[in-house]
């Protein structure tokens, strides 16, 4: 019966704005039947029958062999075929950056290995992107695409960064990433970074690149629409591993992402709406899943929301968050649904996890998550942090609103609840239903909340009502 009515629970938002005496409503009903709608409207592209085989451009599968080139000389012949499958044969092949374009699947076969070079030089030259939720020009992410239609990577095969200590991570400027002192990191192209993008200055004037360090995402489609990632395997990414920007109809299904070094967030969709995600694995070094939409200035500059996400299906180990929303959210995150994911990990932070603070600020509204199964976390199952990394420290303060979260178990962690918002703007409406915690080592820490209804929440055998 609970679960019914959690399947009816809609969020009526009324926003009453007064100028003057001018009184105007906004209303809107979002609840569990607006996910199947999302779900309905998104559909993965179709491809035409013909195939376009990479080794008949020149490619070798002996690992050694820069196949850059034929890989884009397969894209373009299938795109300018009207489309297709770019096809990887078993085996294993060295390349740079690859460029899809509209109508091309790069489709890899069983046992097709595509390894991506560490040489910086082979994502040049430097490609319209986003870093940390800030445009710039900058390394070419190793699987790109910009203003494309119906593109795909698909297969049985595996994709591997060759991340790792002796290369990209060690940029991070961290110890434990392979860094010492005397080596080159990213942390002054950063500041330099974030301080173009306060100032204003245009991107195309945000040149980065060789000298910056300011590590690659793996695959970033940019302004694109109809997309799918369907099968594959990603393993260790310079920076974040699948990052859909300003896009629209993706599709994210039985995908694995396996990766540890610093910042491996395993799926970021950024900006960006109607998304399915669904029946992933994720083992990161960073947030499984983080959904994000452009940091401070520039975030509230470009404007654009992530919205209409569905997350079905998945499972979580290490990470520092299963589902997370921030930090890069300026442009606010609507309408996300999560149901029926497993999350379980003694090195895996949090389950759900939404965090930013007043120099981010921006809007997180009508989130629904329902029927999650954690194992263990390091912290906490559900935790909302207003003061994370600079804290209150602008003056653009978050909104959280409109928060469902019901049938979440939970065997061992920290805190059941962590919810800590502002005094002048209070986590509002928020709902936890028909949750049980175990073996939680603190008690709930709940700070500057409105409207929060504990409904059957147990934690460590006792009943908590709020």
Known sequence: MKNKIIDLLYVTVSLILIVGNTRSVYSQEINWKSAEGIIQRIVAPVFPEKEFSIITYGAKSDGLTDCTDAFAKAIVACNEAGGGKVVVPQGKYLTGAIHLKSNVNLHLLKNAVIVFSTDPKKYLPLVYTRWEGV?????????????????AVTGEGILDGQGSNDNWWSWKGNKDAGWSSGMPNQKNARVRLLDMADKGIPVNQRIFGEGSFLRPNFIEPYMCKNILISGVTFKNSPMWFIHPTLSENI???????????PNNDGCDPESSKDILIRGCKFDTGDDCIAIKSGRNADGRRVNVPSENIVIQHCEMKDGHGGVVLGSEISGSVRNVFVEDCVMDSPNLDRALRFKTNSVRGGVIENFFARRITVGEVAEAVVLVDFNYEEGDAGSFTPVMKNIVI?????????YGLFLKGYERSPI????????RFDNMAYSNVIEHTKNLNLVNVEINGKTIIE
Do not use: F
Not at 256 to 261: A, F, L, P, S
């Open 135 to 151: 445009e710039l020009m900058n390394y070419s992410p190793l699987i790109y695409a910009y203003g494309q239609e119906n593109i």
């Open 428 to 435: 509002t409406n928020m709902r936890i239903e028909n949750c």
């Open 406 to 414: 019901s049938d979440v178990t939970a065997k061992k962690g920290k």
């Open 251 to 261: 599709t994210i299904e039985n995908v694995t992402v396996v990766g540890h070094g």
